[in-house]
């Protein structure tokens, strides 16, 4: 796909593999807009990056996504390629046994997981796709995964990561009709990037 010019948004772009992929594309004449719950760490991006977009938005709440992105609708009219990155790491078994008891997975980390790893995927596609399908945008949704949703067991548990592949075929099969296309990025482990000094 030609990037130059095209419109792309990336959730969780300020550190790891999303600020990479921001510079990417920054690299590849893409006009980036980043959506992150960090709003110090947008400030320095912002700062270090001139030309990227910053929207401050936890994209896990439903309300504050129609926000976050009817604001950007008015400015870009819609996206070329929506980036569903922006993920929390938190794996713990469903229980742990030790000598003082068992000690069940927290309730609230749970909730938290799914919406940041799941829901938001949900609310940011809904929300863009809608405008690209106003628009006749024939655009990209672009899910990154993770190893952790193989059937093979060997990522972590309870991360959600598997109910986002789960997800990415029906968004696939809704979406192709409107000439949506809909991949999945998983990658491994030892993909955390290092700011460089
Ligand atoms: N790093 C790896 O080795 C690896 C491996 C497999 C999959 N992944 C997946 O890749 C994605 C990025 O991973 P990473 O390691 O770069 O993560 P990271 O923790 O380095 O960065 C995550 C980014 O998401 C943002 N974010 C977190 N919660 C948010 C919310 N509620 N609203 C908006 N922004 C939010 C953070 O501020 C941060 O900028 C995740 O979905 C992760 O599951 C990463």
């Not at 008015?74 to 929506?82: G, Q, R």
Request: proline fraction near 3%; charge should be positive; hydrophobic fraction near 40%.
């Amino acid at each position: 796909m030609e990037l130059r010019g095209k419109k792309v948004i990336v959730t969780g772009g300020v550190r790891g593999l999303g600020r990479s992929m921001v510079e990417s594309l920054i690299s590849k004449g893409a006009v980036v807009t980043v959506f992150d719950i960090d709003g110090q760490g947008l400030a320095e991006l912002s700062a270090s990056c001139p030309g990227v977009g910053c929207v401050e938005c936890d994209i896990s709440s439903y309300e504050r996504v129609v926000e976050a992105t009817a604001r950007y609708h008015t400015e870009f009219k819609s996206a070329d390629v929506l980036v569903n990155n922006a993920g929390i790491l938190y794996s713990s078994p469903l229980v742990r046994i030790s000598p003082s008891g068992i000690e069940k997975h927290d309730l609230g980390m749970w909730n938290k997981t799914l919406m940041t790893n799941l829901s938001s995927v949900f609310f940011m596609t809904a929300c863009i796709v809608e405008k690209m399908i106003y628009t006749r945008t024939k655009g990209v949704i672009v899910n990154i995964s993770s190893v952790s949703a193989s059937r093979e067991m060997w990522g972590n548990p309870f991360c959600c990561q598997g109910r986002r592949e789960c997800a990415d075929r029906h968004l696939a099969k809704a979406l192709s009709a409107m000439g949506i296309c809909v991949v999945a990025v998983a990658p491994g482990y030892g993909n955390r990037v290092h700011k460089r000094g």
